[in-house]
Nanobody, 127 residues
Framework: QVQLVESGGGLVQAGGSLRLSCAAS????????MGWFRQAPGKEREFVAA????????YYSDSVKGRFTISRDNAKNTVYLQMNSLKPEDIAVYYC????????????????????WGQGTQVTVSS
């Protein structure tokens, strides 16, 4: 049974930082591209960042580029999202997702490409 479990969310002041983690089990982690998506109240789920199965390629939405960094540790079956300079507009539930052998921007920015999803972790930024 595949499980993706996010952690690290919470409340932070504007300009602060958080690091999200997503621990995967039940799959061969190194064969999956991993993505982070978010969903704010009343809005559709949107792409945040993704990383190829090897870790050699990363992808970011324009809204987080330069502030967020995605990374992975295949030995720990974990993907991370380091979020710096947080803004109130970053408030959302953040989800990690796994895409088997996913590669390329067009594929990894689409939520429909992903095979498995976590339950999400709430990020709140106070102004």
């Amino acid at each position: 049974q595949v499980q993706l479990v996010e952690s690290g969310g919470g409340l932070v002041q504007a300009g602060g930082s958080l690091r999200l983690s997503c621990a995967a089990s039940g799959l061969t982690f190194s064969t999956y591209a991993m993505g982070w998506f978010r969903q704010a109240p009343g809005k559709e789920r949107e792409f945040v960042a993704a990383i190829s199965w090897s870790g050699g390629s990363t992808y970011y939405s324009d809204s987080v580029k330069g502030r967020f960094t995605i990374s992975r540790d295949n030995a720990k079956n974990t993907v991370y999202l380091q979020m710096n300079s947080l803004k109130p507009e970053d408030i959302a539930v953040y989800y990690c997702a796994a895409d088997y052998r996913g590669i390329g921007t067009n594929r990894l920015i689409s939520s429909r490409s992903y095979d498995y999803w976590g339950q999400g972790t709430q990020v709140t930024v106070s102004s």
